[in-house]
């Protein structure tokens, strides 16, 4: 074997190569050799590959939209609360309003209350005096007769001793009394 | 020490020749005409394996937060897809990047062959695969470019600058030949050349180490330095590598600029 490829070299030697000229076979098997990889690379790597940068670029840009759209949530509920809470102080303010005004009209109404109560207290009692007066009034005005009788009465007796100090009438008199007396006791 | 070396130099042709980039195959074995099967069509075969299977490996089940694996392949589509497709085509250029990924790593790693031990050459330096590389760009451009300005009129776009019309007999040959005659041949040959250079510069010395020790064992410290050398010069192999690579993917895209491009 090794005689052979000792003879096969020598032959080759002859045989020139010419480094400039392709071997035919070796274009062949470079053909299907590179289009064999060409053929598997771009079919079924680098696009993947694309892909794969897109996805995350979409990814990332994508967490970037939903950071953005959960900003805006956040800002508009913010906004809201703002709202709410300005809405909701107005509302007080309007209850503190109201609270107020209706205190005033209690007051108003409880002053009225009162005033007419007591005006009607008043005007009960100005009634009361006037029925007491006029009571009074006719209370005084009999007694004011009674008493102007008895004062006539005794004025008309002391005239009566004075001028006439007879026995007589006074004795009768004390006797009319005294039967009046005595009858009015055994009835 | 000096049977030693003979017997290790007895191997060693010096200086190597173009026939040490041709290889006997490994099927059928030992074979010097046949080469459908042998170390650069191994490694061919091996490289478009390796970048399959780490591609789909990593990038099975794609997450929104990548996991280390996925994050280093989708780094190297990025770094092709935003420092080349994008940057130099714009919008358009994420239609581009996928095609240009596939380049660029391809181009990487069958250059990188050069410098993996027991590989240590690079398929590209034979200009086949360069060749059907430059071949891709050079019909994808042109096409792209008819797309674009509407059949016949991407020529006269190409063709014929904004100029006063007396040079233009003489601008018109150079564009011609700038555009659709040289760029694929220099696509071809600048990444060919650089591989094929770059493992004859380890050849030379790695095996004139070996020649020197073999002539006089007294050149053992020039031996030594020869393959100090040879680790120094694969650092800046690996630079290369990057770097054509780079370069084949760049030239890609700017000639589909220059084919989309509505302004000279």
């Given at each position: ?69 959960a900003q ?8 809201q ?20 005004a ?28 006037a ?20 004062l ?36 | ?10 191997d ?34 091996i ?37 080349i497709?994008?940057?130099?085509l714009?919008k ?26 027991f ?5 590209n ?51 011609f ?78 000639y ?9």
């Amino acid at each position: 074997m090794i005689t052979t490829y000792y003879q096969l070299a020598a032959e080759a030697a002859e045989t020139e190569h010419n480094p400039i000229i392709p071997l035919w076979q070796e274009v062949v098997l470079g053909i299907i050799a590179f289009g064999i990889l060409c053929f598997v690379l771009m079919k079924f790597v680098f696009p993947m590959m694309e892909k794969t940068f897109a996805a995350r670029v979409d990814a990332i840009e994508g967490g970037i939209k939903r950071a953005e759209a959960a900003q805006a949530e956040a800002n508009q509920l913010l906004e809201q609360y703002r709202a709410q809470l300005a809405e909701a102080r107005t509302e007080a303010a309007r209850i503190r309003d109201e609270a107020r005004a209706d205190a005033e009209g209690i007051r108003q109404d409880v002053l009225a209350k009162a005033r007419e109560e007591s005006d009607r207290i008043i005007a009960a009692g100005n009634e009361q005096l006037a029925a007491q007066r006029e009571s009074i009034v006719r209370d005084l005005r009999s007694e004011v007769g009674t008493l102007a009788v008895d004062l006539a009465s005794k004025i008309v007796g002391e005239a009566l001793a004075d001028e006439a100090r007879s026995r007589g009438t006074v004795e009768r008199f004390i006797d009319e009394l005294g039967a009046a007396g005595s009858a009015g006791g055994r009835r | 020490m000096t049977g030693q070396s003979t017997v290790l130099a007895a191997d060693v042709p010096f200086p190597p020749s173009v026939e040490d980039f041709y290889l006997p195959s490994i099927v059928p074995w030992g074979g010097h005409d046949s080469y459908w099967f042998t170390k650069i069509t191994a490694l061919l075969w091996i490289s478009v394996a390796l970048i399959i299977i780490f591609f789909l490996v990593t990038y099975r089940k794609p997450k929104l937060v990548p996991t280390k694996k996925q994050w280093i392949a989708e780094s190297i589509y990025g770094f092709v897809r935003n420092n080349i497709a994008v940057d130099m085509l714009g919008k358009r250029g994420i239609n581009f990047a996928p095609y240009l990924t596939t380049l660029f790593v391809f181009i990487l790693l069958m250059n990188f062959w050069a410098i993996v031990p027991f590989a240590q050459i690079s398929p590209n330096s034979h200009i086949a695969f360069p060749a059907v590389l430059a071949v891709i760009s050079y019909v994808m451009f042109i096409y792209i470019g008819m797309k674009h300005h509407g059949g016949l009129k991407y020529f006269k776009h190409a063709l014929i600058p904004p100029a006063p019309w007396f040079i233009l007999p003489l601008l018109i040959p150079i564009e011609f030949f700038s555009t659709f005659i040289v760029r694929p041949f220099s696509l071809a040959v600048r990444l060919f050349a650089n591989m094929f250079a770059g493992h004859m510069l380890l050849l030379v010395f790695t095996l004139g180490g070996f020649a020197m020790l073999n002539a006089n064992v007294w050149f053992a410290p020039f031996s030594v330095v020869s393959w100090a050398m040879t680790i120094a010069l694969t650092f800046l192999e690996f630079l290369v590598i990057c770097l054509q690579a780079y370069v084949f993917t760049v030239l890609t895209a700017s000639y589909v600029q220059g084919a989309l491009a509505d302004e000279h």
